[in-house]
């Protein structure tokens, strides 16, 4: 057995005394073996008791950079690689932003028509159940979209003659309302000249750059087609293939891997396919409430206000609210200032209902994300990516909330109170004076209660 501090002397068996070489050789191995530590336990740790100074230096590497800053250090750099790898993403993205659209799309037509796809499965083939019921829904967009146009055909001359006499009332109200700063309707009408004359001098000036601008356009109906078209045959293939696809992705990864990657997959999807549904069933809702208070205090085109709504509903926040506004606009010309307010406190209700009724009812806890991220999220896309980021934010947002939910186990919650930052603070500054006064020699000890603490 070894002891801490000895070394034994293993003796050899048959020592030849007559080389010379073999006798200095032996004593230098015994030699190097004294010279060695020796570990405390089979995890290989220096003995403390054996070799202090080294014990100590072991501890430290050769820049003696302290734990918390390599810690930390190591945390920036694999946050950093993050960003990175988030922003070639997003970069790629913005290259193929068509392909991006079209496939995003794809799945949120999938997340809504899957469950009937399933369903119908259970009676018919899986290809004949995809194909009724992409027709059928076809179907009922061209037929909203028809509804839509014959409403505002039979309706245009009747709108056009309610416009003008809002108009009228709206130019009355400025003159001779109780503002406080007047205008005539000759000013108005000159004002509206002027903007009229500057918009004319404007295109003759220009118009090479919006000729230019208008075969930029064309191009961009042939390619909102072209992305139509690809979204539709992608939801084809996820309607009619989806699970044999995933299936095939899972098999090309390691078989270690394949679990934790369906578990983030299907949260996520989980998530996506309801924040999808929800959103077409809370829009539906929004659009049916709108037509609804527009038939009843007879704004002329509800039917198309009500379908703005509905489009409207896809981006969190300001979208239905803006189309309403829209809405009440167009009361205000066509009805006068008591219809506006009708219509305005109409939508407020309507907003309230869809806060705290429809989206908790519908969406429930697939989509838990606070308001504050909410709102900073569909900013920062705006600033990003315009519109389109305005609407795909807050799934992104929330796909990835589900998946690092999926993949992450939590620690045990916090309980009880929250230090108090003042007295944080207070015990960090005290912490530090004591610290000073002992480097200076002084003898003193901390006789202050304990600021609290977390337990978790």
Do not use: C
Not at 22 to 29: F, G, I, L, V, Y
Not at 235 to 240: E, G, H, K, N, Y
Not at 361 to 387: D, E, I, N, R, Y
Not at 412 to 423: C, S, Y
């Amino acid at each position: 057995m070894r002891l801490f501090g000895k070394v034994r002397t293993l003796r050899p068996s048959s020592p030849d005394t007559s080389s010379p070489a073999a006798s200095s050789s032996s004593e230098r191995t015994l030699a190097r073996a004294a010279r060695m530590p020796r570990a405390a336990s089979s995890s290989g740790r220096l003995t403390v008791r054996r070799m202090p100074e080294r014990a100590v230096r072991a501890d430290r590497d050769a820049f003696d950079v302290p734990r918390w800053l390599r810690r930390y250090g190591l945390m920036a750099w694999l946050l950093i690689g993050i960003v990175i790898v988030v922003a070639m993403i997003v970069f790629a993205t913005t290259r193929i932003q068509a392909v991006f659209i079209a496939v995003f799309l794809a799945l949120v037509v999938t997340s809504v028509l899957y469950p009937v796809v399933s369903y119908l499965a259970r009676v018919m083939p899986r290809g004949l159940a995809t194909a009724v019921t992409l027709l059928g829904s076809l179907a009922v967009v061209a037929g909203i979209f028809t509804y839509v146009i014959t409403s505002v055909a039979g309706q245009w001359e009747d709108l056009a003659d309610q416009f003008s006499q809002g108009i009228d009332d709206i130019f009355e109200f400025l003159e001779t309302g109780p503002l406080p700063v007047h205008f005539t309707q000759q000013e108005i009408y000159d004002s509206i000249n002027g903007l009229v004359a500057q918009a004319q001098e404007y295109i003759a000036e220009n118009a090479g750059t919006l000729a230019g601008q208008v075969l930029s356009n064309a191009g961009t109906v042939a390619l909102v087609f072209t992305v139509l078209a690809l979204s539709i045959f992608v939801t084809v293939f996820f309607l009619l293939r989806g699970g044999d696809m995933w299936r095939w992705f899972l098999n090309q990864l390691p078989a270690r891997s394949r679990e934790a990657v369906h578990r983030a997959a299907s949260s996520g999807w989980y998530t996506f396919s309801g924040y999808a549904r929800g959103t077409v069933i809370v829009a539906t809702a929004d659009g049916v409430l709108a037509f609804i208070l527009l038939a009843i205090v007879g704004v002329p085109l509800a039917a198309p206000l009500a379908v703005l709504v509905f489009i409207g509903a896809f981006i969190p926040l300001i979208g239905a609210p803006l189309a309403m506004i829209i809405a009440a606009v167009v009361a205000l010309a066509a009805g006068g200032i008591v219809d506006a307010l009708i219509v305005t406190v109409g939508v407020a209700l309507i907003g309230q209902i869809e806060g705290h009724l429809l989206q908790p009812l519908v969406m429930g806890k697939q989509v838990s994300l606070h308001p504050v991220v909410v709102a900073l999220g569909v900013t920062a896309g705006t600033f990003l990516a315009g519109l389109l980021g305005a609407i795909i934010a807050i799934p992104i947002l929330a796909v990835i909330w589900a998946v690092y939910s999926a993949l992450h186990e939590p620690d045990p919650p916090i309980e009880g109170e929250l230090p108090d930052a003042r007295l944080v603070a207070e015990g960090v500054n005290r912490r530090r004076r004591l610290h000073n006064r002992r480097a200076e020699g002084e003898t003193v000890t901390d006789t202050a209660p304990a600021t609290g603490g977390m337990s978790g």
